[in-house]
Protein backbone atom coordinates (compact mmCIF):
# COMPACT_ATOMS: atom_id res chain seq x y z
CA UNK A 1 0.00 0.00 0.00
CA UNK A 2 1.45 3.36 -0.92
CA UNK A 3 0.22 6.77 0.83
CA UNK A 4 0.71 9.86 -1.72
CA UNK A 5 0.22 13.62 -0.49
CA UNK A 6 1.18 16.95 -1.79
CA UNK A 7 1.74 20.08 -0.83
CA UNK A 8 2.42 23.42 -1.05
CA UNK A 9 4.27 26.23 1.28
CA UNK A 10 4.56 29.65 1.10
CA UNK A 11 8.37 30.80 2.09
CA UNK A 12 9.14 33.67 3.59
CA UNK A 13 12.73 33.64 2.67
CA UNK A 14 13.76 35.71 0.28
CA UNK A 15 15.36 33.94 -2.63
CA UNK A 16 18.55 35.06 -3.88
CA UNK A 17 18.96 34.60 -7.61
CA UNK A 18 22.61 34.92 -9.21
CA UNK A 19 22.99 34.62 -12.92
CA UNK A 20 26.24 32.48 -14.03
CA UNK A 21 28.16 33.48 -17.00
CA UNK A 22 28.89 30.10 -18.54
CA UNK A 23 32.01 30.02 -21.29
CA UNK A 24 31.44 27.53 -24.42
CA UNK A 25 34.60 26.91 -26.17
CA UNK A 26 35.92 30.53 -26.25
CA UNK A 27 32.48 32.75 -25.94
CA UNK A 28 31.10 34.10 -22.75
CA UNK A 29 27.45 35.37 -23.07
CA UNK A 30 24.96 37.35 -20.30
CA UNK A 31 22.99 36.55 -19.53
CA UNK A 32 22.13 33.19 -20.91
CA UNK A 33 18.46 33.90 -21.06
CA UNK A 34 16.23 36.91 -22.42
CA UNK A 35 12.76 37.22 -20.94
CA UNK A 36 10.41 39.96 -22.50
CA UNK A 37 7.30 40.23 -20.22
CA UNK A 38 5.12 42.04 -23.78
CA UNK A 39 1.61 42.18 -25.00
CA UNK A 40 0.50 41.65 -28.74
CA UNK A 41 1.40 45.16 -30.39
CA UNK A 42 4.46 45.95 -28.12
CA UNK A 43 7.85 45.96 -28.60
CA UNK A 44 11.54 46.06 -26.37
CA UNK A 45 15.08 45.99 -26.57
CA UNK A 46 17.37 43.88 -24.76
CA UNK A 47 21.50 44.16 -24.13
CA UNK A 48 23.47 41.16 -24.48
CA UNK A 49 27.26 40.96 -23.81
CA UNK A 50 29.15 38.74 -25.63
CA UNK A 51 33.26 38.04 -24.64
CA UNK A 52 35.93 36.53 -26.74
CA UNK A 53 38.11 35.09 -24.16
CA UNK A 54 40.68 33.56 -26.36
CA UNK A 55 44.21 35.39 -25.72
CA UNK A 56 44.92 34.79 -29.52
CA UNK A 57 42.44 34.43 -32.26
CA UNK A 58 39.76 36.73 -33.56
CA UNK A 59 36.17 35.55 -33.75
CA UNK A 60 34.09 36.29 -36.78
CA UNK A 61 30.55 35.43 -35.53
CA UNK A 62 26.77 35.43 -36.94
CA UNK A 63 23.67 35.71 -34.77
CA UNK A 64 20.71 32.76 -36.32
CA UNK A 65 17.26 31.41 -34.81
CA UNK A 66 15.86 28.21 -34.23
CA UNK A 67 12.78 26.89 -32.05
CA UNK A 68 13.66 25.30 -29.30
CA UNK A 69 10.84 23.24 -26.63
CA UNK A 70 11.57 21.02 -23.04
CA UNK A 71 11.04 17.22 -23.62
CA UNK A 72 9.19 15.19 -21.34
CA UNK A 73 13.00 15.14 -19.17
CA UNK A 74 13.92 18.36 -19.24
CA UNK A 75 15.84 18.04 -22.34
CA UNK A 76 16.31 20.65 -25.25
CA UNK A 77 14.82 20.11 -28.48
CA UNK A 78 15.61 22.45 -31.43
CA UNK A 79 13.82 22.76 -34.60
CA UNK A 80 13.81 24.45 -37.28
CA UNK A 81 12.35 28.40 -37.23
CA UNK A 82 9.22 28.84 -37.22
CA UNK A 83 7.60 25.05 -37.22
CA UNK A 84 6.46 25.18 -33.61
CA UNK A 85 3.47 26.77 -32.02
CA UNK A 86 5.26 28.39 -29.68
CA UNK A 87 7.68 30.04 -32.07
CA UNK A 88 8.89 34.00 -31.60
CA UNK A 89 11.80 33.54 -33.99
CA UNK A 90 9.97 35.92 -36.37
CA UNK A 91 9.31 38.19 -33.83
CA UNK A 92 13.46 39.32 -33.32
CA UNK A 93 15.68 41.48 -34.93
CA UNK A 94 19.51 41.40 -33.93
CA UNK A 95 21.12 45.25 -33.67
CA UNK A 96 23.39 46.42 -34.95
CA UNK A 97 23.47 43.89 -37.22
CA UNK A 98 23.11 39.71 -36.89
CA UNK A 99 27.03 39.31 -38.13
CA UNK A 100 29.99 41.11 -35.70
CA UNK A 101 33.58 40.72 -34.80
CA UNK A 102 35.15 39.99 -31.49
CA UNK A 103 38.84 41.01 -31.19
CA UNK A 104 41.33 38.58 -28.08
CA UNK A 105 39.69 39.61 -25.10
CA UNK A 106 37.39 41.62 -26.36
CA UNK A 107 33.27 42.14 -25.58
CA UNK A 108 30.48 43.73 -27.38
CA UNK A 109 26.67 44.25 -26.63
CA UNK A 110 24.46 43.20 -28.97
CA UNK A 111 20.63 44.13 -28.80
CA UNK A 112 17.73 41.57 -29.24
CA UNK A 113 14.84 43.93 -30.18
CA UNK A 114 11.27 41.90 -29.58
CA UNK A 115 8.54 42.61 -31.41
CA UNK A 116 5.16 41.01 -30.92
CA UNK A 117 2.79 41.25 -33.69
CA UNK A 118 -1.02 42.87 -32.84
CA UNK A 119 -2.24 39.04 -33.90
CA UNK A 120 -0.91 35.94 -32.07
CA UNK A 121 -1.90 32.81 -31.42
CA UNK A 122 -3.53 31.86 -27.41
CA UNK A 123 -0.06 29.97 -26.49
CA UNK A 124 0.98 31.17 -23.17
CA UNK A 125 4.62 31.79 -23.64
CA UNK A 126 6.61 32.01 -27.00
CA UNK A 127 10.22 31.30 -27.19
CA UNK A 128 13.59 31.08 -29.47
CA UNK A 129 17.08 29.86 -29.58
CA UNK A 130 19.51 32.09 -30.74
CA UNK A 131 22.63 30.84 -31.97
CA UNK A 132 25.72 32.86 -31.97
CA UNK A 133 27.61 30.88 -34.38
CA UNK A 134 32.10 31.17 -35.58
CA UNK A 135 32.00 31.43 -39.22
CA UNK A 136 35.98 31.46 -39.46
CA UNK A 137 36.84 28.30 -38.68
CA UNK A 138 40.25 27.19 -36.14
CA UNK A 139 42.68 24.77 -37.12
CA UNK A 140 44.07 23.29 -34.08
CA UNK A 141 45.42 19.90 -32.50
CA UNK A 142 43.11 17.73 -30.18
CA UNK A 143 44.73 15.47 -27.57
CA UNK A 144 45.95 12.96 -29.55
CA UNK A 145 48.30 15.70 -31.69
CA UNK A 146 45.47 14.84 -34.60
CA UNK A 147 45.41 18.02 -36.82
CA UNK A 148 41.47 19.58 -36.27
CA UNK A 149 39.57 22.66 -37.43
CA UNK A 150 36.91 23.80 -34.91
CA UNK A 151 34.58 26.85 -34.72
CA UNK A 152 32.30 27.84 -31.52
CA UNK A 153 28.43 28.32 -31.00
CA UNK A 154 26.55 29.21 -27.66
CA UNK A 155 22.93 29.05 -27.81
CA UNK A 156 20.73 31.88 -25.88
CA UNK A 157 16.62 31.31 -24.61
CA UNK A 158 14.88 33.85 -26.03
CA UNK A 159 11.35 34.00 -23.86
CA UNK A 160 7.79 36.20 -24.38
CA UNK A 161 4.91 35.96 -22.06
CA UNK A 162 2.07 38.37 -21.89
CA UNK A 163 2.57 41.05 -19.37
CA UNK A 164 0.11 39.99 -17.28
CA UNK A 165 0.40 38.67 -12.95
CA UNK A 166 2.80 36.10 -12.70
CA UNK A 167 0.96 32.76 -12.25
CA UNK A 168 3.47 30.20 -10.69
CA UNK A 169 1.03 27.23 -10.45
CA UNK A 170 3.52 24.19 -10.80
CA UNK A 171 1.95 20.93 -9.61
CA UNK A 172 2.96 17.03 -8.64
CA UNK A 173 0.21 14.34 -10.25
CA UNK A 174 1.80 11.05 -9.36
CA UNK A 175 3.86 9.76 -7.47
CA UNK A 176 5.24 6.24 -7.74
CA UNK A 177 7.91 3.56 -6.76
CA UNK A 178 9.49 1.45 -9.74
CA UNK A 179 10.48 -1.59 -8.29
CA UNK A 180 12.30 -2.80 -11.79
CA UNK A 181 14.58 0.13 -12.16
CA UNK A 182 14.83 0.88 -8.32
CA UNK A 183 13.63 4.48 -8.76
CA UNK A 184 11.19 6.76 -7.72
CA UNK A 185 9.01 8.80 -10.44
CA UNK A 186 7.76 12.22 -10.13
CA UNK A 187 5.07 13.34 -12.21
CA UNK A 188 4.75 17.35 -12.85
CA UNK A 189 2.85 19.40 -14.84
CA UNK A 190 3.31 23.09 -15.39
CA UNK A 191 -0.12 24.77 -15.18
CA UNK A 192 0.86 28.30 -14.97
CA UNK A 193 2.07 31.27 -17.27
CA UNK A 194 5.62 31.21 -16.64
CA UNK A 195 9.29 29.78 -17.24
CA UNK A 196 9.23 27.88 -13.92
CA UNK A 197 12.78 26.67 -13.06
CA UNK A 198 14.19 25.36 -9.20
CA UNK A 199 15.99 22.22 -7.86
CA UNK A 200 14.29 18.74 -6.50
CA UNK A 201 15.75 17.27 -3.66
CA UNK A 202 15.10 14.34 -2.09
CA UNK A 203 15.38 12.56 0.99
CA UNK A 204 14.09 8.51 2.57
CA UNK A 205 13.44 7.96 5.88
CA UNK A 206 13.39 4.10 7.32
CA UNK A 207 10.00 3.73 8.73
CA UNK A 208 11.33 1.01 11.08
CA UNK A 209 14.67 2.89 12.63
CA UNK A 210 14.32 6.40 11.56
CA UNK A 211 17.63 6.54 9.21
CA UNK A 212 17.49 9.15 7.08
CA UNK A 213 19.44 8.75 3.53
CA UNK A 214 19.79 11.78 1.07
CA UNK A 215 19.31 11.26 -2.73
CA UNK A 216 19.88 12.64 -5.64
CA UNK A 217 18.75 16.41 -6.11
CA UNK A 218 17.29 17.21 -9.50
CA UNK A 219 17.45 20.19 -11.29
CA UNK A 220 13.89 21.55 -12.98
CA UNK A 221 12.70 23.20 -15.81
CA UNK A 222 9.55 23.56 -17.59
CA UNK A 223 7.74 25.94 -19.54
CA UNK A 224 3.84 26.50 -19.31
CA UNK A 225 1.58 23.72 -20.58
CA UNK A 226 4.97 21.31 -20.01
CA UNK A 227 4.61 17.76 -18.54
CA UNK A 228 7.44 16.29 -16.84
CA UNK A 229 9.01 12.68 -15.86
CA UNK A 230 11.37 12.88 -12.72
CA UNK A 231 13.32 10.01 -12.52
CA UNK A 232 14.83 9.66 -8.80
CA UNK A 233 17.41 6.74 -8.41
CA UNK A 234 17.66 4.62 -4.99
CA UNK A 235 20.55 3.17 -3.99
CA UNK A 236 21.59 -0.19 -4.95
CA UNK A 237 22.35 -1.62 -1.57
CA UNK A 238 18.50 -0.20 0.18
CA UNK A 239 17.65 -2.31 3.05
CA UNK A 240 14.64 -4.23 2.74
CA UNK A 241 11.71 -2.55 4.71
CA UNK A 242 8.84 0.55 4.59
CA UNK A 243 10.12 4.07 3.88
CA UNK A 244 8.99 7.85 3.56
CA UNK A 245 10.36 9.80 0.97
CA UNK A 246 9.74 13.42 1.05
CA UNK A 247 10.47 15.41 -2.40
CA UNK A 248 10.78 19.29 -2.19
CA UNK A 249 10.55 21.83 -5.29
CA UNK A 250 12.09 25.21 -5.18
CA UNK A 251 11.77 27.91 -7.35
CA UNK A 252 14.44 29.84 -8.45
CA UNK A 253 12.22 32.83 -8.45
CA UNK A 254 8.96 32.26 -6.90
CA UNK A 255 9.08 32.57 -3.07
CA UNK A 256 6.99 28.89 -2.85
CA UNK A 257 8.02 25.18 -1.84
CA UNK A 258 6.09 22.12 -3.38
CA UNK A 259 6.36 19.12 -1.30
CA UNK A 260 5.02 15.53 -2.53
CA UNK A 261 5.48 12.08 -0.34
CA UNK A 262 5.02 8.78 -0.38
CA UNK A 263 5.47 5.64 1.17
CA UNK A 264 6.63 2.75 -0.09
CA UNK A 265 8.11 -0.55 0.85
CA UNK A 266 11.68 -2.25 -0.47
CA UNK A 267 11.30 -5.95 -0.24
CA UNK A 268 13.70 -6.55 -2.87
Not at 6 to 21: E, N, P, Q, R
Not at 56 to 65: I, K, N
Not at 183 to 210: D, K
Not at 233 to 245: C, F, H, N, T
Request: net charge negative.
Amino acid sequence: MKVLRFLTIVSFLALIVSTKISAQSGITVSPPRTYFALNPGESERKKIMVTNVSDVHTLELSVSFNDWKYDEFGGNVVSEPNTLPTSNANWITVLPSNTFTLLPRESKEIEVLMQVPEKINTESVHTAMMYITQTNPIAGQNKSGENIIFSIRTGIKIYQRLNIARDTNVEFTNFVYDKTENRLVLNISNEGNVWSEGTITNEIINQENGQQIKLQDAVFYSLPNDKRIVYIPLPKDLPKGSYIVTSTLSFEKDDQLKIAELTFSNDK
